[in-house]
Structure formats: structure tokens, C-alpha cells
């Protein structure tokens, strides 16, 4: 059974701290993703990967930044978390544009 | 830029009632395109999708019809149920892209 697997379900930080969102997939895809989903905007990307140490800006990547070491794994990291970065962060990988696989999101609070 | 327009929720209707998301786009290239359900707690995962025109994409129970004359690709049901009750969200990729585009997304809920 194909598998994105992210760190929490949900997290509670204070302004200003260091948040690190880890995103594991066990399917050996090429490209992944971090999306923040906040009501009525839908999905919005935050950053993406296609490859081992490569990654691109997605729509919205002020005040985040993303880390991939390995093929299998995808960071996400808040340098001063906000109170503006409350939400639900979901990672998703996919190889060839025929469909995306989700991991189950990480809520984060930010106080 | 691309971008998908899906009607505003929520949608609540009766169990076996008929149902229909209405999603257009806007894409500069050939988009396949996909929808995607949420259930509570739980991340997106792929309902059916259609690669290319007049393409059916199918499962279960849903159906929608890739239309490019009209830029469209609603979603649609039967005869739901309530466990059909989740947030549904209509995307497209570009051939020779990386970026999938979303719509806001719809929320479904069905009463028994």
C-alpha cells in the first residue's frame, strides 16, 4: 500500500520558534510537495522538489523554506513561526503528473 | 496563469439525491485533470481523473466528462450517500509541468 507519512497530526508552537514538518513517501517518486489548505483558498503550494537537493518556489514561499537530503524525504521548516502560518500543512508525492498521494496533514497552531 | 473555478459550497442534500460539482478551467497547454476528495481528518486522495477530451474518468459511483468546448469537467452522482459526506476538489496539470493547480474546493454534506 503506497504511503506519505508526515510527522504530526498536530502541532502547537509559540511565535517566533523554529517549526521543522517532515513529509516521508515509501514509493520512490521523484517529485514532492508542501501545500498549505486554508478555508475557502483551497490548496495553495508552498514549495516543491523534483529531484534529491533541487526544489522550486511555489505560490506562497515567504517565510518558509524546505530541505530534501534524500529522495524519500521532504522538510519543511518555519524559521520564526507566525501566527499567520496557523494551518494545515499537507505534503504530497507524485512521478509523472498522473496523480498526486497525500499524507494525512499536520495541523499546525501557531501562538 | 491556469487556474480552476469550482462552485462554492456547501452542498447538502438528501441521501440518494442527484448530485453535480460544476468545475471550468482556464489552461494555456492539453491539462489532465483530476478530482480529488477529503474525508474528515484525513489528506486528498485521487477519485477519478481524464487525460485528454471527451475522456469519462469513473469510480465509484462518480463520473465526470473532460469538455473542452466548454472548459469543463463536473463531477457528478446519482444517487449519494452519506458517507459520501467530505470536501471535493477539482485540479488540472499542464503536460511538461510540475505545478498542480486546485480549485478552492466544495464541501459535500448528505443528510439521511
Known amino acids: 500500500d503506497v504511503k506519505v507519512t508526515q510527522s504530526s497530526r498536530y502541532l502547537v508552537k509559540r511565535t517566533g520558534e523554529k517549526v521543522f514538518l517532515e513529509c516521508v513517501q515509501d514509493?520512490?517518486?521523484?517529485?514532492m510537495f508542501w501545500y498549505r489548505q486554508d478555508p475557502g483558498l483551497g490548496l495553495r503550494l508552498i514549495y516543491f522538489?523534483?529531484?534529491?537537493?533541487?526544489?522550486e518556489k511555489g505560490d506562497i514561499p515567504e517565510g518558509y523554506s524546505v530541505s530534501r537530503e534524500k529522495k524519500e524525504r521532504f522538510s519543511l521548516i518555519l524559521e520564526s513561526a507566525s501566527t499567520n502560518q496557523t494551518s494545515m500543512y499537507l505534503c504530497?508525492?507524485?512521478?509523472?503528473?498522473?496523480?498526486?498521494?497525500f499524507g494525512p496533514g499536520t495541523r499546525l497552531t501557531v501562538l | 496563469g491556469d487556474s480552476v473555478t469550482q462552485m462554492e459550497g456547501p452542498v447538502t442534500l438528501s441521501e440518494e439525491a442527484f448530485l453535480t460539482i460544476n468545475c471550468t478551467y482556464t489552461?494555456?497547454?492539453?491539462?489532465?485533470l483530476f478530482w480529488y476528495v477529503q474525508y474528515p481528518g484525513e489528506g486528498l486522495q485521487l477519485l477519478l481523473k481524464?487525460?485528454?477530451?471527451?475522456d469519462k474518468g469513473s469510480n465509484k459511483g462518480f463520473e465526470a466528462t473532460y469538455r473542452k468546448e466548454t472548459t469543463s469537467f463536473h463531477l457528478e452522482k446519482g444517487s449519494v450517500q452519506v458517507s459520501d459526506s467530505a470536501v471535493y476538489f477539482c485540479?488540472?496539470?499542464?503536460?511538461?509541468?510540475?505545478?498542480?493547480?486546485f480549485g478552492t474546493g466544495t464541501r459535500l454534506k448528505v443528510l439521511a
Open positions: 504530497a508525492s507524485e512521478t509523472d503528473g498522473t496523480e498526486q498521494f
Open positions: 514509493m520512490d517518486h521523484e517529485n
Open positions: 522538489s523534483y529531484d534529491v537537493k533541487m526544489k
Open positions: 489552461a494555456t497547454g492539453y491539462p489532465s
Open positions: 481524464a487525460t485528454k477530451a471527451d
Open positions: 485540479a488540472l496539470i499542464t503536460v511538461g509541468t510540475y505545478k498542480y493547480i
